[in-house]
């Protein structure tokens, strides 16, 4: 019995770790993705607006 509870607490822990790894790996995805559009159309970044003062900034890479 403590050989099942051991098996599945370390399948659990793998499952989370993978989708983690998964996880990063779209957010890195999107980022290349992203740079290379930027890249390409030679922009500098990326503009949105602030909904609290309306003014316009370059997009943060946690965006």
Sequence with gaps: M???ILLLIIAAIAWIGYRKFIADAERLTRQSERLRRERESGADGTLVKD????EYRLR????
Excluded: L, N, Y
């Design 2 to 4: 403590p050989q099942i």
């Design 51 to 54: 909904p609290k003062t309306g």
């Design 60 to 63: 943060r890479d946690d965006e």
